[in-house]
């Protein structure tokens, strides 16, 4: 994820350079007050995704924002990823000629380049944690398992196996950042909790990506005594981003049923 944000604040920073005027007294300063539309328009074009972003986080025009103040519905999710040139898009000439209209005269290169850095972090996070998620459900039901995310069941837990009642695995994935762990391991114990309270004979699984630096630095089974405090929760099983044969032994030795053995069940 950090390498695609890195390279996303590259190229905003070299587009940045090649189309606006860049002071440097006492610092590097963008003079967005000597810009046109047309300016604004060919930054744009010159790399949609890149751009698009940046102006939308800089000058607080996200989709709805811009669809309300101008009537323009999805400036964002429509041209981001086209590609072809949005130099005779009328919708995106409306977009230039807002942020002639509202950019700052200037604003510090640094300033705007980490701005949009740390809100687009933001926004990726979101979207890779729910990638990851969708990934890890999609890995157990290719070895066999029906999988999916529980979103009408108590506590709307993002692992259910199988897919009818009686429910055999119930559990909770998470992308953790460092300085959110100890938040994250006590709602896994809660969670766990929670499950065997509202579901029978179930086994709780958690799949923890805390990265791979994390668990050299401090040892993986340090890490998961952690999250179950030393054995003492409802947790019957951790599970790190790494470990997914070693998530699939453990469903093999619990018995949980594969979808093969289900449709069996079912025929009898």
Same mark, same amino acid.
């Not at 070895?143 to 529980?150: F, H, I, P, Q, S």
């Given at each position: 994820m950090?390498?695609?944000?890195?390279?996303? +604040? @590259? *190229?905003?920073? /070299?587009?940045?350079?090649?189309? !606006?005027?860049?002071?440097e007294s006492p610092e590097e300063r963008i003079q967005f007050g000597e810009a046109t539309s047309e300016d604004f328009l060919n930054a744009i074009d010159a790399n949609h995704k890149a751009m698009i972003a940046l102006f939308q986080k800089v000058a607080g025009l996200p989709d709805r924002e811009f669809e309300r103040q101008y009537g323009v519905r999805g400036i964002g999710s429509r041209f981001r990823d086209r590609k072809s040139s949005l130099k005779d898009v009328d919708d995106a000439q409306a977009f230039a000629d807002a942020l002639a209209e509202l950019m700052p005269e200037s604003l510090s290169l640094e300033t705007v380049l980490y701005t949009f850095y740390k809100s687009w972090e933001g926004d990726q996070r979101r979207f890779y944690r729910m990638r990851y998620e969708s990934e890890f459900l999609e890995f157990l039901n290719e070895? $066999?398992?029906?999988?999916?995310?529980?979103n009408s069941l108590p506590g709307e837990p993002d692992i259910v196996i199988p897919e009818t009642e009686p429910y055999e695995v119930i559990g909770e994935i998470r992308v953790i950042q460092q300085k959110d762990k100890q938040k994250r391991f006590k709602e896994f114990r809660t969670e766990a909790h &929670?499950?065997? &309270? /509202?579901?029978?004979?179930? /086994?709780? +699984?958690?799949?923890? /990506?805390?990265? #791979?630096?994390?668990?050299?630095?401090? $040892? #993986?089974?340090?890490? #998961?005594?952690?999250? *179950?405090?030393?054995?003492?929760?409802?947790?019957?099983?951790? !599970?790190? @981003?790494?470990? #997914?044969?070693? !998530?699939?032994?453990?469903?093999?030795?619990? $018995?949980?049923? *594969?979808?093969?053995?289900?449709?069996?069940?079912?025929?009898?």
């Open positions: 950090y390498e695609d944000i890195d390279e996303m +604040v @590259h *190229t905003a920073e /070299n587009e940045l350079r090649e189309h !606006f005027e860049i002071t070895e $066999g398992y029906a999988a999916w995310k529980g &929670e499950a065997h &309270e /509202n579901f029978d004979d179930i /086994n709780f +699984v958690v799949v923890a /990506n805390l990265g #791979r630096q994390y668990l050299e630095s401090h $040892g #993986r089974e340090t890490v #998961r005594s952690e999250i *179950t405090k030393d054995g003492t929760s409802e947790i019957d099983a951790v !599970f790190f @981003h790494d470990e #997914r044969d070693d !998530f699939i032994e453990q469903l093999e030795d619990w $018995g949980v049923s *594969t979808e093969a053995q289900q449709s069996l069940s079912d025929l009898e």
